[in-house]
């Protein structure tokens, strides 16, 4: 018998609560002590199509879907057909002999167990509509995974139970149901979930929730966006805590806006942050830059997705890295950061806006599909080590020394470390004009060369400030000298991490270096981490290996060999694992 | 607190060609400023990319000099983030009703407490002279040699359209004591206020100079038979554009101001309020 270690995966049409079904799934598993990662695939449509929902769940630590299936619920035919490569021998199938007679799908070869669960018999007898379904499933799920009811009915309880308890009277008959239709009824099924109850209590969180969360503890106060695939949950999420979280949120009429909008925000000393995607992104860009000229802090969330153009709108990819790099006309200061799983996504989102006002510049959280959508359990986000920093901000009482003294504020002054204090419309004796146009120390248009000359050098000079005062070197996981280093950024480290323990399971020496800080990318350590490493395989989600040339251009270091996919897919540890005994 | 027109004054010099209009519109805002009375550092001024981008280097009030066509998302976020200010938009035509036209549709429907100024000197003087979104059917520019082939907008018509804006007027920029008088209405206005401002190029408009205006211009407040609460009215006097030009208030009403109905800002300015003890841990709980 096997115990919490397996893939879960349901499979049906779009339009009927899959999504929903699994996040359900996952904290259940959690509240049993599991660990969990949730992985969901969906095409851009409302109704019809065929949506999956996977979640991996592990005594200690998941953070990748894997490619094999060990219990799965297939809400159609379509379901065993589409995934019977992903089934291994033993796993189990719970369908409904209504839907589709066993031996209909080809599974030539495999052994598998047929759960045969009349889900819409039962529907029937409870009077239930067909949504319904899915809470079936779940107890069916669980009752063949021998898992104790308990956490079914919490879970249940709070999920419908904010919106109507009679719908968790009902859920709970229908999921008891579910649940002896396959309990203790298969003793061939080799595998099974035991709650932990020594684990700490984990949450089950999205990368964008936990984008979200971070952005509020960092005392974010305005958030504008215009929806779009895959930051809309960012919006939908502020908005509905808008008014707990004493916020203001503003769905504006285009991306143009909304960038705009949070730059003035940000003039004006809110901390403010937009979200979106490629295509948004680049409507921002003319904006972007201009925070960068008028020095003003804002935070971005760009999600990546597949492009070129509108590309495959709900699924993932890494191919926008070097348009954000690049992003505006000119050239100017700003930091990238790539977190790579959903709790780098709470803690450097709230980073990122102490450094944007720190450095008064953009500030850009450069994630994608993969880890905005995945849920992984994390434990609760601990808050107690962090502190606000809001960088220079000139006291009132300076500007009066100032205004006594006759004076005038120089918001633009040349400091030796880049920065200079702004003020903030409203207070006395500091006036200036934020502008895009070139400008003196004042904040006066100018055009002569040698202002405009040392303009442009004190704002580069804000990135030689940071990396001496806040950069952060690639992080490396696993055995320091192993014999092949995985080289990676943002959510290739959530499937570079599963890659890891079942590489030690083959007792194969890997180990991984995760690049999160990829503008201004701190030199040195790259240099000092490739010199450590014997052999590197670069592993991107785009086809002209974008990190790759970034790192031999900025630091002269080359990878030994290259992985890359753009299909829409996320990297699966089996396949990284393959490349990297091809480098042994 | 009394200010002067010379606390007004800035050390920059403005760029601008002698005799253009955008002199006295600025005269009118620092006289309107004045008439006020607020403190000049509670009033910011955000200005688009155009001729009329560059005054408020010339304003001794806090500035955002923004991008082409954007003055308004750049407005509204200045506005969230401090409702307490005195925010001011200025731009030309073709920064207001050619690329930032969307903007605008938006920010009218809004009618957050906010003032925009409209420069129209219906061409493009700072890329020296194509035909704007307010230039005439048929006139010839550097971008239209054989007559601009587009109706013009009718920005006082397009305005009333938006059914949110509350405060819809057109200044002439050869009237400053008029253009003063109706800046200093539309900055003490609850909501949203646009003003049109009729304003001669000297360089690269030859039809609408300042003669044309002066035989034209009639205002609005001195016929007894118009009313500026009625929408209907003003509808009719937007159209009115040929021998006789109506310059005044077209329209001014009571509507519900955006930001009313938002709670975070109802005691406080969001840029007052303390971020350093926020506890979002109240939120943990529908993940968990």
Request: charged letters at 20%; hydrophobic letters at 40%; glycine letters at 8%.
């Amino acid at each position: 018998m096997i115990t919490n270690k397996l893939q879960w995966k349901i499979g049906g049409e779009a339009g009927f609560g899959i999504m929903t079904t699994g996040v359900i799934f996952s904290k259940i598993c959690t509240r049993g002590g599991l660990r969990t990662f949730a992985y969901p695939e969906y095409p851009s449509l409302i109704r019809g199509g065929h949506n999956t929902y996977q979640v991996t769940i592990d005594a200690q630590q998941a953070t990748s879907q894997i490619h094999n299936v060990h219990l799965l619920v297939a809400l159609n035919k379509a379901s065993v057909t589409a995934h019977a490569y992903e089934l291994m021998n033993g796993a189990a199938v719970i369908y409904d002999p209504a839907d589709f007679a066993e031996e209909a799908p080809n599974l030539v070869g495999k052994e598998i167990v047929w759960v045969p669960v009349a889900m819409n018999d039962i529907l029937k007898a409870k009077g239930a509509e067909r949504i319904a379904r899915n809470t079936i499933a779940i107890g069916a799920s669980f009752g063949l995974l021998n898992y104790p009811f308990e956490y079914i009915e919490q879970v249940l309880k709070d999920w419908f139970g904010v919106k109507k308890p009679k719908l968790v009277e009902d859920n709970l008959v229908l999921a008891k149901a579910g649940y002896d239709a396959t309990y203790q009824k298969y003793a061939n099924y080799q595998f099974q979930l035991e709650p932990i109850k020594e684990n700490a209590r984990h949450m089950v969180l999205s990368g964008n929730r936990a984008i979200a969360l971070g952005a509020l503890q960092a005392g974010m106060k305005f958030y504008a966006a215009y929806p779009m695939t895959p930051s809309s949950d960012i919006l939908g999420y502020m908005a509905k805590v808008e008014r707990d979280m004493n916020i203001v949120v503003k769905h504006t009429e285009d991306e143009i806006a909304a960038m705009n909008m949070i730059i003035g925000a940000g003039m004006a000393g809110v901390r403010a942050m937009t979200g979106t995607s490629g295509g948004g992104f680049a409507l921002m860009t003319e904006a972007l830059g201009m925070a960068g000229m008028a020095e003003v802090p804002i935070v971005t969330v760009m999600g990546q997705r597949p492009g070129p153009s509108t590309g495959m709108p709900t699924w993932t990819a890494q191919g926008d890295l070097r348009m954000t790099l690049h992003a505006s006309q000119g050239e100017y200061p700003m930091i990238v950061l790539a977190p790579g799983d959903i709790e780098e996504c709470f803690y450097y989102t709230y980073k990122a806006f102490n450094l944007a006002e720190q450095y008064q510049l953009p500030v850009i959280i450069l994630v994608d599909k993969y880890v905005q959508e995945s849920w992984q359990s994390v434990v609760p986000f601990d808050t107690s080590k962090l502190k606000i920093n809001r960088g220079k901000v000139v006291a009132q009482a300076e500007l009066d020394k100032i205004l006594a003294n006759k004076e005038k504020f120089l918001r633009y002054k040349l400091e030796p470390d880049g920065i200079s204090a702004r003020s903030l419309p409203g207070m006395a004796g500091g006036r200036y004009i934020a502008t895009s146009y070139e400008h003196d120390e004042y904040s006066t248009t100018t055009e002569l060369e040698h202002e405009v000359t040392a303009q442009y050098d004190k704002r580069f000079k804000k990135l030689d400030t940071f990396l001496r005062n806040d950069s952060e070197a690639p992080k490396l996981y696993g055995e320091p000298n192993a014999a092949v280093t995985i080289v990676g950024w943002g959510s290739t480290k959530l499937t570079v991490l599963e890659t890891l323990r079942l590489a030690k399971e083959q007792n194969i020496s890997v180990n991984y270096l995760h690049f999160v800080q990829i503008q201004p990318l701190p030199v040195q350590a790259v240099q000092q981490a490739f010199a450590n490493a014997k052999k590197t395989i670069c592993i991107e989600g785009n086809k002209t290996g974008q990190l790759e040339g970034w790192l031999k251009q900025q630091a002269d270091v080359k990878c030994t060999k290259s992985l890359h996919k753009y299909g829409g897919r996320p990297f699966y540890p089996e396949e990284i694992l393959e490349q990297v005994k091809k480098l042994l | 607190m009394t200010i002067s027109l010379t606390d007004t004054q800035t050390q920059a010099q403005p760029t601008w060609c002698p005799g253009c209009g955008d002199f006295r519109i600025l005269l009118g805002i620092k006289k309107a400023l004045v008439a006020m009375g607020k403190p000049l550092h509670a009033s910011c001024i955000i200005s688009g990319i155009g001729c009329s981008g560059k005054l408020n280097h010339y304003v001794n009030t806090y500035g955002f000099e923004s991008l082409h066509g954007r003055t308004q998302p750049v407005m509204t976020g200045v506005h969230l983030a401090n409702h307490k200010l005195n925010v001011v938009a200025v731009g030309g035509d073709g920064d207001g009703y050619g690329i930032g036209l969307g903007h605008l549709m938006h920010t009218m429907r809004r009618n957050m407490n906010m003032m925009y100024i409209v420069h129209d000197n219906q061409i493009y003087g700072l890329t020296t002279g194509q035909y704007s979104p307010t230039t005439r059917q048929g006139t010839k520019t550097a971008s239209s040699p054989f007559g601009s082939l587009e109706t013009p907008v009718n920005p006082v018509k397009l305005a009333l359209a938006s059914d949110g804006i509350s405060f819809i007027a057109r200044g002439f920029a050869g009237d400053v004591d008029h253009l003063y008088k109706l800046i200093q209405a539309g900055m003490e206005h609850e909501g949203f206020a646009l003003i049109d401002v009729l304003q001669p190029c000297t360089t690269f408009n030859k039809i609408n100079t300042y003669d044309f205006y002066k035989e034209r211009v009639y205002k609005l407040e001195e016929d007894a038979s118009f009313d500026k609460t009625n929408k209907d009215l003003a509808m009719k006097r937007s159209e009115e554009w040929g021998e006789r030009i109506p310059i005044g208030i077209f329209y001014q009403a009571n509507l519900p101001l955006y930001e009313a109905s938002l709670p975070a800002i109802q005691d406080k300015a969001l840029v007052e309020h303390d971020i350093n003890n926020i506890n979002i841990t109240g939120l943990y709980k529908e993940f968990i």
